[in-house]
């Protein structure tokens, strides 16, 4: 058993960095992307607006960045209020108002969010186009997450995570039993737990060409009525010698 300490950040590392297990190497990694998921993202705000100042995973009560200055504007906000309180320059009406600079941070955190999804947006464009000059794979990976009709799957090898549905439109639902406390889902005779090792089949849908989207289906363990057989394997495309 692996027990997990989360009255700090430093008990948290302790604890993440003990908990391997021999005969599981993908363990460690597995447990780290679940415990980053539980926390909380860091937000800017301004002093006197909030009451909790602490910075979780950081393990500090207070805490500000003035990184590059060249590279997010929250961080010229920051040089200016600290040249201010040290009295290396000047200051004036809207930088001390802390309304205004309320107003400010919420809008710096709604534009990181953007940017966020629009890193994510890239992601899923590039990662559409790999798998669509792929064609169909089969793949070996983990269940992360266990919900009522399917399982999140993360596959290791391209750093992917999808979702195995067992309820589809087309085919009859299996036998579904879930267990919130387990967490665990039950299909038919085989139950899912978290951090279970699954193959799954990996492809294109490209069925609506304005909603493309990355498929997976169970192919081991398998199951009748669930699973899908694994696709053949291609022969590896042999590369062809440039002419000198």
Request: net charge neutral.
């Amino acid at each position: 058993n692996v027990e997990i300490h989360v009255d700090s950040a430093k008990a948290l590392a302790d604890s993440l960095d003990g908990a391997k297990v021999e005969s599981f190497s993908y363990f460690n990694t597995l447990l780290r992307i679940l415990a980053t998921r539980c926390m909380m993202q860091a937000v800017y705000f301004c002093s006197g607006m909030d009451s909790d100042f602490h910075h979780y995973g950081l393990a500090s009560p207070i805490y500000t960045h003035f990184t590059s200055p060249i590279r997010r504007y929250s961080d010229i906000i920051v040089h200016r209020l600290l040249a201010v309180a040290i009295g290396a320059d000047s200051t004036y009406p809207d930088l001390m108002d802390k309304h205004k600079q309320s107003a400010l941070c919420n809008n710096l955190n709604y534009r990181h969010k953007m940017a966020q999804y629009a890193q994510r947006a890239s992601v899923t464009f590039h990662t559409q186009l790999f798998f669509k000059s792929r064609g169909m794979l089969n793949e070996e990976g983990f269940v992360l997450f266990v919900r009522k009709n399917a399982i999140i799957v993360l596959i290791p090898k391209f750093g992917l995570e999808g979702t195995v549905f067992f309820d589809t439109k087309d085919k009859v639902s299996p036998s579904l039993v879930y267990d919130e406390e387990g967490p665990t889902l039950k299909v038919e005779q085989h139950t899912f737990h978290i951090f279970d090792r699954v193959k799954v089949t990996i492809g294109l849908d490209d069925s609506n060409i304005q909603h493309q989207k990355i498929r997976m289906a169970l192919t081991e363990p398998s199951i009748p009525g669930v699973s899908v057989p694994a696709p053949e394997a291609e022969p590896p495309i042999k590369k062809q010698k440039l002419d000198r």
